[in-house]
């Protein structure tokens, strides 16, 4: 059971094949270049490779606009590389997930251009047409302020088409019986060829109606029903990482009361409630987060992120909130993205604080969920804001101080890399944190490797203790008769904070922690008294028989950093 449950004590990292390592020297990431990195992820500790969209693509959405399902992008190289690559990881223990981007596809595939010629052609009903421009045309737009509408007039169909997102990105009509069978022969085909699961791009608008006439979308739910029975025939232990940014009320539309739709879904409500406890160091919003998304099937998941590849969306927000995380994080209107995000990295965000990235980073690995970590965050890269729109956070791997920071030898990379300022990869690469004991990549294989020991935070239920300082957030989880417990101090100041861990036979009492030789034993009223410094956070296992047995070792460890304390 527990490893059909896979994804719950999962470590995933997301990376784009083209920019991450080019082997054949034209300057562009394949999975040649990858295969040779796979060592370096294995070392990290991560447990899934997350791959951004691969196929065949004209590349003007970074590949989201694919023109072909079954196929490999001839610059990443071909079918047998990737299944070379899936082998790899096979051998590593590590799994794959790939990007299920099912909503469009780009104007120039088959389906489309098929559908355009002719009222009569099969994949005319794939898309979504009108004739006259419908009355909604200008309300919708995924992207504000760089999209204009979503109907466009296609001359050759004489008609206009649909497209939530760019104009070149045609909806497929989702509700087309054809089209979901499609859908699910993508599914067979890649996990035919050792895929684990997808992150399927976009869900909430992949089972919506579309058409001219649809004024409210409506979810078709069974649709997920669909997709995860499908899986579970092919391979029962596939999973889809549903896309879904939504409001807490429909999120067990998503998973499924009974938990038969998608396995796991980001919790994006959290994560900008996350920013904004950061920003405002007040814990209280997040902690009301937390308590909304927390009603879940026992064999969901959330996936816990921190920055992805698209802007820190900050929709969910109230204004005012929107407005404290912006003064703190993106305060000039080049850092702002459609009117609603921030298109910075974590790094930059945080000014390169190494005390405010351990804090970041601590917290997406101890909130309820799987830890879902950004290509290069574990480096602390940084972004270029001379890119266009999100392009800025897509820049290439930081590998080393040789040129183009070890990730192409071709003189014409197909992104530039970061080579000035404090995050330029003479700086910031991967080359030199390894050799050095005290880098952030050493630190976040560390973190991840105990991240992975405390399963409570994936399988257990979890309970947020109650302190009168909202900048300090203790969370403690219980599952198997076990107990962990996580305190986070989100302000410069060092805090002093007293609570009680209520549990049978005083295994409360005790905490021990897992990250330094500084324990815990409460006091004679059962409450435990502790200073945690500005932006720190603790890592602590609660009780447990085998930490009692020991407990003379750990009293005397308590009083040894007791008395140097004083």
């Not at 070149?168 to 019986?177: A, C």
């Amino acid at each position: 059971m527990i490893d059909d449950l896979w994804y719950k004590n999962g470590v995933i990292y997301c990376l784009s094949v083209g920019t991450y390592m080019d082997a054949n020297c034209d300057g562009v990431g394949d999975f040649r270049g990858l295969l040779r990195r796979l060592d370096y992820l294995h070392g990290l500790g991560i447990t899934t490779i997350w791959l951004m969209p691969f196929q065949p693509s004209p590349g003007k959405d970074d590949g989201y606009d694919i023109s072909d399902y079954y196929g490999v992008d001839p610059r990443y190289g071909t079918l047998g590389d990737f299944v070379e690559f899936t082998h790899g990881c096979q051998q590593r223990g590590i799994r794959v997930i790939i990007d299920l981007v099912v909503n469009h596809t780009s104007d120039q595939h088959a389906w489309f251009q098929s559908a355009r010629r002719s009222k009569d052609s099969p994949h005319r009903d794939w898309y979504v047409w009108a004739d006259k421009r419908p009355a909604n045309a200008n309300t919708g737009m995924v992207f504000p302020g760089v999209q204009k509408s979503t109907w466009t007039r296609d001359k050759q169909a004489g008609a206009w088409y649909f497209h939530r997102f760019y104009d070149f990105q045609p909806d497929l009509n989702t509700s087309n019986p054809l089209v979901q069978a499609e859908i699910l022969k993508i599914m067979g085909f890649w996990i035919q060829l050792g895929v684990s699961g997808f992150r399927m791009d976009a869900v909430p608008f992949v089972i919506a109606t579309k058409g001219a006439k649809v004024r409210k979308p409506v979810e078709q739910y069974d649709m997920l029903r669909m997709f995860r029975e499908f899986l579970q025939w092919r391979q029962g232990n596939a999973i889809i990482l549903a896309e879904a940014n939504v409001i807490p009320e429909t999120d067990m539309e998503y998973f499924g009361r009974d938990g038969d739709r998608m396995q796991m879904m980001f919790n994006f409500h959290v994560n900008q409630h996350l920013f904004y406890a950061m920003a405002a160091a007040d814990s209280r919003p997040l902690a009301k987060a937390l308590a909304a998304t927390r009603p879940r099937p026992a064999t969901a998941q959330w996936g816990l992120f921190l920055r992805n590849h698209d802007e820190l969306d900050l929709g969910r927000l109230t204004k005012a909130q929107r407005e404290t995380v912006f003064k703190a994080f993106g305060p000039d209107k080049t850092m702002q993205l459609y009117d609603r995000g921030i298109r910075r990295r974590l790094a930059s965000m945080l000014g390169g604080d190494r005390r405010r990235l351990e804090l970041a980073y601590s917290l997406m690995c101890t909130l309820p969920g799987t830890p879902v970590i950004r290509y290069g965050d574990e480096l602390g890269m940084g972004d270029n804001l001379d890119l266009p729109e999100r392009n800025c956070t897509r820049t290439p791997m930081q590998w080393s101080t040789e040129p183009n920071a070890g990730f192409t030898e071709s003189d014409r990379p197909c992104m530039p890399p970061i080579d000035k300022g404090p995050y330029g990869y003479e700086h910031i690469n991967a080359a030199s944190q390894r050799r050095d004991p005290n880098s952030l990549l050493n630190w976040t294989e560390r973190i991840i490797r105990m991240r992975k020991e405390v399963p409570e935070v994936g399988w257990g239920d979890f309970k947020v203790i109650a302190t009168r300082d909202p900048a300090v957030l203790i969370i403690r989880y219980d599952w198997r008769n076990n107990s962990v417990l996580f305190m986070h101090n989100l302000a410069e100041q060092p805090r002093e904070v007293s609570f009680a861990v209520e549990l049978p036979d005083d295994a409360g009492r005790l905490l021990v922690n897992l990250l330094t030789e500084d324990h815990s034993r409460a006091g004679d009223r059962g409450r435990h008294t502790l200073l945690i410094e500005g932006y720190g956070y603790r890592w602590y296992r609660v009780g447990g028989l085998d930490y009692l047995l020991k407990r003379s070792d750990i009293d005397s460890k308590i009083s040894r950093t007791s008395r140097q304390t004083s």
